[in-house]
């Protein structure tokens, strides 16, 4: 995007963020609708992904599933914005959370907490609303964006709202955040040709990172589950957990393979909020040729 075009669109972003969610929701559908032809590649990608992870379900299945997820993924380009310029009184009420008064006092000791978690449409909006009844802002771990206008526009909104955010090579920035007691929402779900190992998701062996926790314990930070839906009446349900057992002391394979197991089963649960449209599977084992 050039960058002279930043300020009016982050002006109809700002108008955008506070509409009411019943209005969001129906024009996520008016803009899925719109957007269908030129999301053909997301789509495909998509397409691919159900068709791998559910392969019991039905042709006709998978296309309702396919619709959902794009409907979601608009939608949560607009729940983007509403977590970027949505003032703390439109979101006051609209979330649930389990498992707040434990992380409260963990990091009210000082201590780092790692908030695990996966990429779902909501992620960052589910940060927010984490953070305003946490009463701290909670940090992240995030993919920088490749122009430097676009960059700022969108780092000065992060932190705006939130905690530190840190490129998700970034280790030394993380560390750091953790060691002085920061809170960071890290999606360890993501294709990198680095510090992976192949682990089983959804049937398929998927490049999963493996630093994790060695991330947790160099900078002394617990590690807690974060996970999150919207529900039916579109209010949203975040809950944060303790650690799986043994987690901490499986090796990192180990780990990788325990954390898949677990996102897998809340993917299941909401299937059409999770980001269908990320390349997954981008890394194969050796041998094996490209999905896509």
Not at 56 to 76: D, F, I, K
Not at 99 to 119: D, F, N, S, Y
Not at 126 to 137: E, F
């Amino acid at each position: 995007m050039p960058c002279w075009l930043l300020p009016p669109v982050v002006w109809v972003a700002k108008g955008i963020a506070r509409l009411p969610q019943s209005v969001l929701l129906w024009l996520s559908g008016v803009l899925t609708v719109i957007s269908w032809p030129i999301m053909g590649r997301r789509r495909r990608v998509a397409r691919t992904n159900l068709a791998l992870c559910f392969p019991e379900m039905s042709l006709a299945e998978r296309r309702r599933l396919l619709r959902a997820n794009q409907r979601a993924t608009v939608m949560g380009a607009l729940e983007l914005l509403r977590c970027w310029y949505a003032p703390d009184a439109a979101l006051a009420g609209e979330a649930t959370i389990e498992g707040l008064p434990w992380l409260k006092e963990t990091l009210a000791q000082g201590r780092g907490v790692l908030l695990i978690t996966g990429h779902f449409t909501q992620t960052e909006l589910a940060a927010r609303m984490l953070s305003l009844q946490l009463g701290k802002p909670v940090g992240g771990v995030i993919r920088s964006n490749d122009s430097e206008c676009v960059e700022a526009v969108i780092n000065e909104a992060r932190t705006r709202v939130g905690g530190p955010m840190f490129d998700k090579r970034n280790v030394r920035g993380m560390l750091a955040a953790l060691r002085k007691g920061e809170a960071l929402i890290y999606s360890a779900d993501q294709d990198i040709d680095t510090q992976h190992a192949f682990v089983e998701f959804f049937g398929q062996r998927a490049a999963t990172l493996t630093r994790t926790s060695d991330l947790a314990r160099s900078g002394n930070a617990l590690v807690m589950p974060f996970f999150f839906f919207r529900d039916d009446q579109s209010r949203y349900h975040l809950r944060v957990q303790p650690v799986w057992p043994g987690w901490m002391e499986a090796s990192p394979e180990q780990a990788a393979a325990i954390y898949m197991r677990e996102l897998e089963a809340v993917v299941r649960q909401h299937p059409e909020q999770y980001l269908w449209v990320h390349r997954r599977f981008k890394t194969r084992p050796p041998g094996e040729p490209s999905v896509y």
